[in-house]
């Protein structure tokens, strides 16, 4: 039985008692491997992202991974990481993507008292349904195309944008007529601020939730969490370019606008 993921797509510890059956993921940092978490082996799936710039379109790499880690549609899947909500962000829009329920746990494993209780691992491999969830996927060539079309959320601190702090590209700067809104603006320590405060900094920084956004940083996460956040705040046509500034700056036919 399929089930409809929670909106907004964060839960609370306090939560996961009345969510009925979920699965948790841990998204460890380095070689961290936490007793009794299912871990998400994160470094390759970023390599993979990157090295196949693809739009996750190798079904049958993640429909591998997603099996071995025993998730799918019949329970609420619970992503949590250690606190700074980029990485379990952007497990949950992997598997929104592909059509699967998840929700980010607010707060990180700190919030995490306790283990909760889980359903049993799926027993069939999950079909995977790319583009089936509320948060779509870009790529250069569609973002190149829809550049007048859409709003863009640079996720990335104010030195990247500026062009200051490169992040090891060739280029610096930020895509014409970006709107800046740092991650770290988003959260208050390890927790998401609420829907309301999110939605101001949003409206603030030059951002219409009735629009479509699409969100980039330069190699995923922060992305992710800002495509999170604007979901949270209210925003309907939301995507993100994955592959980030990272991938645009190595395209010199991309558009690239330095300063302020």
Not at 23 to 45: C, F, N
Not at 134 to 139: A, E, I, Q
Not at 140 to 151: F, H, M, P, S
Request: net charge negative; charged share 25%; hydrophobic share 40%.
């Amino acid at each position: 039985m399929q089930i409809d993921p929670p909106q907004p797509p964060v839960v609370s510890a306090e939560d996961l008692d009345r969510l009925g059956p979920i699965r948790v993921l841990y998204v460890p940092a380095g070689d961290e491997r936490p007793l009794g978490l299912t871990a998400v082996p994160i470094e390759e799936w970023i390599s993979r992202a990157q090295d196949s710039r693809s739009r996750f379109d190798d079904l049958d790499f993640w429909q591998d991974e997603i099996r071995k880690l025993g998730v799918g549609p019949d329970a609420l899947t619970v992503v949590v990481d250690d606190g700074r909500m980029t990485e379990a962000a952007r497990v949950w829009f992997i598997l929104q993507y592909f059509g699967l329920p998840v929700a980010v746990l607010d707060g990180g494993r700190p919030a995490l008292r306790e283990a909760p209780q889980e359903a049993p691992s799926a027993t069939a491999p999950p079909q995977l349904a790319p583009g089936a969830g509320p948060v779509g996927l870009t790529d250069r060539a569609e973002l190149k195309t829809d550049l007048d079309a859409v709003q863009v959320f640079d996720a990335r601190t104010a030195g990247e944008f500026r062009g200051d702090d490169l992040k090891g590209n060739a280029r610096g700067g930020h895509l014409p007529g970006a709107a800046h809104l740092s991650h770290a603006a988003l959260l208050d320590g390890t927790h998401l601020k609420g829907a309301g405060e999110i939605a101001d900094l949003i409206a603030a920084s030059g951002l219409d939730g009735s629009r479509p956004i699409v969100s980039h940083c330069n190699g995923g996460g922060r992305a992710a969490l800002a495509a999170l956040a604007a979901v949270v705040a209210g925003a309907k046509d939301v995507r993100v370019y994955y592959l980030s500034f990272a991938d645009w700056a190595a395209d010199e036919s991309c558009p690239v606008v330095s300063g302020d």
